[in-house]
């Protein structure tokens, strides 16, 4: 599979690795210095587009490679209220698109037991749930793609009308942490009186999430629509 990689910092290296040891081509990479490339005729013969760049230019990149008719898988966050806007775009073109604000494996594994979580504790509203994320002090968006995606899954269930970085009365509050180099942690909590109920995902490094986006790159050749990593591993 020939893949296109638009964003070419530490995750697009440690993904264009994942690729080649699972037998695929880096056809072109796409960064700050080249963006004009997205229009070559290079970067449309790729079988799929990844997308790891940041909150400011990725919807241009996504709805200029659909528009190409290269499949997208996207993992850049922070720019979630054009999301609907890319999913039409998909749509009319008539090609592929993945975005999850978590590419890992294991993290798409922790939404999906925050998910049948929250589904248990709407029974027992003496419980207040609650949202930690810690990240690398890089990290441009706070609260984090993930935090915002376990923060709606929770709404879903629990009667509170939002989540907020702040301690909001009727809000689900998200602390948002930067320090050092941490690749990510979050955690989800449910405190009463009693006891604390909580769960928690650690990344040890990128590969995780390098290793997701290649995986769904894997899975959207060939496909049409939008997909999230629930379809790709089979979570629905």
Same mark, same amino acid.
């Given at each position: 599979?020939?893949?296109?990689?638009?964003?070419y910092?530490?995750?697009?290296? &440690?993904?264009?690795?994942?690729a080649?040891?699972?037998?695929?081509?880096?056809?072109?990479?796409?960064?700050?210095?080249?963006?004009?490339?997205?229009?070559?005729?290079?970067?449309?013969?790729?079988?799929? +587009?990844? #997308?790891?760049?940041c909150?400011? &230019?990725?919807f241009?990149?996504?709805?200029? +490679?659909?528009?190409?008719?290269?499949?997208?898988? /996207?993992g &850049?966050?922070?720019?979630?209220?054009?999301?609907?806007? +890319?999913?039409?775009? /998909?749509?009319e073109?008539?090609?592929?698109?993945? @975005?999850?604000?978590?590419?890992?494996?294991?993290?798409?594994?922790?939404?999906?037991?925050?998910?049948?979580?929250?589904?248990?504790?709407?029974? @027992?509203?003496? @419980?207040?749930? *609650?949202?930690?994320?810690?990240?690398?002090?890089?990290?441009?968006?706070?609260?984090?793609?993930?935090?915002? *995606?376990? $923060? #709606?899954?929770?709404?879903?269930?629990?009667?509170?009308?939002?989540?907020?970085?702040?301690?909001?009365?009727?809000?689900?509050?998200?602390? $948002?942490v930067r320090?050092? #180099?941490?690749?990510?942690?979050?955690?989800v909590? @449910?405190?009463?009186?009693?006891?604390?109920?909580?769960?928690?995902?650690?990344?040890?490094?990128?590969?995780?999430?390098a290793?997701? $986006?290649?995986?769904? $790159? #894997?899975?959207?050749?060939?496909?049409?629509?939008?997909? &999230?990593?629930?379809?790709?591993?089979g979570?629905?």
């Open positions: 599979m020939k893949i296109a990689l638009i964003g910092g530490k995750m697009g290296r &440690t993904i264009e690795g994942f080649v040891r699972r037998g695929h081509s880096v056809t072109i990479r796409i960064d700050k210095d080249n963006t004009e490339d997205i229009y070559s005729e290079l970067f449309k013969s790729s079988d799929v +587009a990844i #997308e790891f760049s909150p400011e &230019t990725a241009h990149n996504v709805s200029t +490679a659909l528009k190409s008719g290269v499949p997208v898988v /996207c &850049t966050t922070g720019w979630i209220d054009k999301l609907e806007e +890319a999913k039409r775009l /998909c749509n073109q008539k090609t592929g698109f993945i @975005y999850s604000s978590n590419f890992s494996l294991g993290v798409n594994i922790f939404f999906h037991i925050n998910r049948k979580l929250a589904e248990i504790m709407k029974q @027992y509203p003496d @419980y207040v749930p *609650t949202i930690e994320e810690i990240h690398h002090i890089h990290k441009k968006d706070a609260p984090s793609g993930t935090a915002i *995606t376990l $923060a #709606e899954d929770v709404l879903s269930h629990i009667g509170l009308k939002k989540w907020s970085l702040e301690k909001e009365e009727n809000s689900l509050h998200i602390s $948002a320090e050092g #180099e941490v690749p990510g942690t979050h955690s909590s @449910y405190e009463n009186s009693i006891d604390i109920i909580k769960i928690s995902h650690e990344a040890k490094s990128r590969d995780g999430f290793l997701g $986006a290649v995986i769904a $790159a #894997e899975f959207i050749k060939d496909r049409l629509g939008f997909f &999230t990593m629930k379809e790709v591993l979570l629905v």
